[in-house]
């Protein structure tokens, strides 16, 4: 069944490497349906991984070889919560280390470059306390983070 909504992510040629990556890394992850050019495109020849269908944490996406001619940016992320330091280092090692790179608060960027806001959830509620004084402390902790520090928000939220 063809879902209504799917995310759709334009890779240069590893569509295919790149779902698989997702699908070991992130629970609830798979790859599905693999679709080869039926006949030579800009990028590629027939026969090559045109269109690779997959799920990220449930989420239905299709990867799509379309070449250079388009990059990635950080104004589209997967934001996944966390629930635990352990979680929350699993996720950010596995996206660093294999080619990717931190950026701030949080983000990180795959070596494909899709990026990535790995978010315990404790930040998340942190941040949105109605209780302003923890929310300022807790955002003025993560501003000063790459991958977030569970403890240091934490005590940041205890003043």
């Known amino acids: ?17 790149a779902a698989r990556f997702y ?19 800009p990028s590629g020849k027939e026969g090559d991984v045109l269109t690779v269908e997959f799920t990220v944490l449930g989420l239905p996406c ?34 660093v280390g294999n080619g990717g790179e931190e950026s701030a608060c949080g983000w990180c960027r795959d070596r494909w470059g899709i990026s990535w806001q790995i978010t315990p959830r404790v930040l998340t509620e942190a941040v949105t306390s109605p209780d302003k004084a923890v929310a300022k402390r807790a955002f003025e902790a993560m501003m000063t983070m790459r991958k977030i520090d569970i403890a240091a928000i934490e005590a940041a939220k205890r003043g």
């Not at 990867?63 to 990059?71: H, M, Q, S, V």
């Open 1 to 17: 069944m063809i879902p209504n909504n799917t995310i759709c992510l334009w890779f240069d040629h590893d569509a295919l490497g």
């Open 23 to 41: 699908a070991e890394t992130f629970p609830d992850s798979a790859v599905g349906a693999v679709h080869r050019a039926p006949s030579d495109f």
């Open 62 to 95: 299709l990867g799509l070889n379309g070449g250079a001619a388009f990059k990635h940016s950080e104004a589209f992320s997967f934001q996944v919560a966390t629930d635990d330091q352990a979680e929350t280092d699993r996720l950010w090692n596995a996206i």
